[in-house]
């Protein structure tokens, strides 16, 4: 059932105002900023995006009604740029060194419409913390293109000697995105088929990469210290 009054008056998010305040100011007032740690405190709460369900989580004296039609106005009128988020969460992981970036994609469908995500996160203590985002107009894998954009704003808005490396599954394939990888000396740890075709340099045949591990006991990997060519670039 829902529930007409807020669950709580106490100010709980003052910490996270601090914080969040130090890093916006410059982009959004005061007024908007405590409205995102409303949100996110109401987030943790209820652990739902519905507007009828956050709005009595809001830590606020207002009614819920109140706190709804807040929740209405501030997702009309208050434009929060994806360079300004991916900013506060890279300063906040507080890591001085070069992260690990992990890319990953995600496709359903509400009703009719696609809903499919091209996303990149931070790996941050064994967790992918996402960080920017492409949102797909198709269904299925992305292209070498879209994956290009994505890690080229990273690079542009943080720099490429923030980037560790890439981790990503076996779509993440394709000569002009591993060219791309390779042009700017990006090293990646990209998952691929077994039955992928290899062209091994050194010995001028190319084999199924399979062959290269097929005699590992499981719970055994090894690390293949030779260059191969594969879609066109030298891995």
């Known amino acids: 059932m829902l529930l007409n009054t807020n669950t709580s008056q106490c100010d709980k998010y003052t910490d996270l105002l601090t914080v969040f305040t130090a890093h916006l100011s410059k982009d959004l007032n005061l007024s908007s900023i405590r409205q995102v740690c409303l949100f996110i405190t109401a987030l ?11 709005s009595p989580g809001f830590d606020s004296p207002s009614a ?9 106005r501030f997702m ?14 890279f300063n906040l ?20 419409q696609n809903i499919n995500i091209l996303m990149l996160g931070i790996s941050y203590k064994s967790v992918a913390i996402p960080i920017m985002f492409k949102m797909l107009d198709k269904r299925g894998n992305s ?21 560790d490396c890439i981790l990503a599954d076996r779509e993440f394939i394709g ?10 000396s990006i090293q990646y740890h990209i998952r691929i088929r077994n039955n992928f075709k290899v062209f091994l340099a050194r010995k001028q045949k190319e084999i199924t990469v399979c062959h290269l591990f097929n005699n590992l006991n499981s719970r055994v ?15």
């Open 64 to 72: 819920a009604s109140s706190c709804f039609r807040r929740i209405q």
């Open 221 to 235: 990997f090894r690390h293949y210290q030779h260059i191969v060519e594969m879609h066109g670039q030298l891995c």
């Open 93 to 112: 992981l507080q890591n001085n060194s070069p992260v690990i970036l992990v890319m990953d994609r995600t496709n359903w469908k509400f009703g009719q």
């Open 143 to 163: 292209n070498s293109q879209e994956r290009i954009t994505l890690v080229q704003n990273f690079i542009d808005w943080f720099g490429l000697d923030s980037i």
């Open 175 to 184: 000569e002009k995105w591993l060219g791309f990888l390779n042009e700017h």
């Open 44 to 54: 943790c709460k209820v652990k739902s995006v519905n507007y009828s369900k956050l």
């Open 76 to 89: 009309a009128q208050v434009d929060l740029p994806m360079r300004l988020i991916s900013a506060l969460i």
